[in-house]
């Protein structure tokens, strides 16, 4: 069984940065493709960014720019570098896995596109 944990979370002023970070364990043989997801309070689970199954990256267009995602494979970790945050971008971040073959494409930033989910770490931006 899959298991993700966040990590990273925390309070900053806008115009700050954090890394999150997200331990992934219990993979099995294959090709497993990460994204991020955000929540807000009264608003529907958003992806902010992901990558696809050829290794390209995804982004939501309100974090181009300032999010970048990354991973490294040896630790099975996948990291959201945010820069220039933002009181906007107040939100539990979740982290989502899937299991995904090169031969066929979807797209990482729809929610229904991942079974595999973290608890979640939450970001708070202030003005």
């Known amino acids: 069984q899959v298991q993700l944990v966040e990590s990273g979370g925390g309070s900053v002023q806008a115009g700050g940065s954090l890394r999150l970070s997200c331990a992934g364990s219990?993979?099995?043989?294959?090709?497993?493709?990460m994204a991020w997801f955000r929540q807000a309070p009264g608003k529907e689970r958003e992806g902010v960014a992901g990558?696809?199954?050829?290794?390209?990256?995804t982004y939501t267009d309100s974090v181009k720019g300032r999010f970048t995602i990354s991973k490294d494979d040896a630790k099975n970790t996948v990291y959201l570098q945010m820069n220039s945050l933002k009181p906007e971008d107040t939100a539990m971040y979740y982290c989502?896995?899937?299991?995904?073959?090169?031969?066929?494409?979807?797209?990482?930033?729809?929610?229904?596109?991942?079974?595999?989910w973290g608890q979640g770490t939450q970001v708070t931006v202030s003005s």
């Open positions: 989502a896995a899937r299991r995904c073959f090169s031969w066929a494409q979807f797209n990482p930033l729809t929610r229904n596109n991942f079974n595999y």
């Open positions: 219990g993979y099995t043989d294959g090709l497993y493709c």
């Open positions: 990558f696809e199954n050829i290794g390209t990256t």
